[in-house]
């Protein structure tokens, strides 16, 4: 009797969850929301993706940028290389002179001369003084320098041979014949450089324009062709002057010559 009544009652809730719409079906519905929330997550997940593949372009866009910029200005350097060095001197010359001439911003008349100068006697004539170039050796080098600096090569040459031609005992004489080659080479007179970087070597060698001096000889060796003497004065800066900033040019020089 009582398998009766509960296969009776199994058959009502049978017949009733039958007759349930999907709407009304708490299965129907839990298994709905369910549903939704996973599509909710898919689609931050699918979103969050797109987020990190925009950033992610974002950053390749940025760098590809920064290396367009990076190979531009070595082009740039590149191209310009001799004109960054060049520059480099002046601005390296024109710190050291500045501190060369600086403590001959005044000298004194000594001594013995300023008491024969007060002793002369008044109704005689001193000897006339030799004739002196106007200006200071510090001031007519500072005047030549600085059209160097302009790249008024031309002016500049021909302010340093005056120069020399004046002040040949001053302590810038050996900078001011190097600067003077340095206009002869930047013009592409390459033997008057050449003659005229050697004459530093020859007359100045305790100066401290000797690597340049050298370093340039090989370069205008080898802008006339002889590559074996260049090779030759490039290897000695090398061996004369190492860890300076010309035995590293002379290096690369020596790469191109290879």
């Known amino acids: 009797m ?14 009733a969850c039958s007759t349930l719409t999907p709407e009304q ?23 969050q993706s797109l987020v990190q593949l925009a950033s992610e372009l974002e950053s390749l ?19 310009n290389s001799d004109d960054r060095q060049r520059e480099l001197y002046v601005d390296i010359d024109r710190r050291l002179q500045s501190l060369e001439t ?27 003084a030799a004739a002196r170039p106007a200006g200071s050796d510090a001031q007519s080098y500072q005047t030549a320098f600085d059209l160097v600096s302009a790249r008024r090569y031309e002016e500049a040459g ?14 810038l004489a050996d900078n001011a014949q190097y600067w003077l080659a340095e206009t002869y080479y930047v013009r592409g007179r390459y033997e008057d450089a050449l003659a005229a970087f050697r004459k530093v ?25 002889d590559r074996n003497a260049a090779r030759s004065s490039l290897q000695e800066v090398m061996r004369q002057f190492p860890d300076t ?14």
């Open 102 to 128: 600086a403590p001959r911003a005044f000298t004194p008349l000594p001594p013995d001369r300023a008491q024969a100068g007060s002793a002369a006697p008044s109704g005689s004539q001193a000897p006339a």
């Open 61 to 79: 866009r940025s760098e590809t940028a920064a290396l367009r910029g990076e190979l531009e200005t070595l082009r740039f350097e590149t191209e």
């Open 2 to 15: 009582k398998t009766k009544h509960l296969a009776l009652a199994v058959a009502i809730l049978a017949s």
């Open 201 to 225: 070597i020859e007359q100045y060698p305790q100066s401290a324009k000797m690597p340049d001096a050298l370093l340039k000889v090989g370069y205008c060796q080898q802008e006339l062709g």
């Open 158 to 171: 021909a302010a340093f041979s005056t120069f020399l031609t004046q002040f040949p005992t001053s302590p």
């Open 25 to 47: 079906d708490p299965i129907a519905l839990r298994m709905t929301d369910l549903e939704a929330r996973v599509i909710r997550i898919e689609r931050v997940v699918e979103n």
């Open 245 to 258: 900033t010309a035995a590293r040019l002379a290096s690369q020089r020596l790469g191109q010559l290879r």
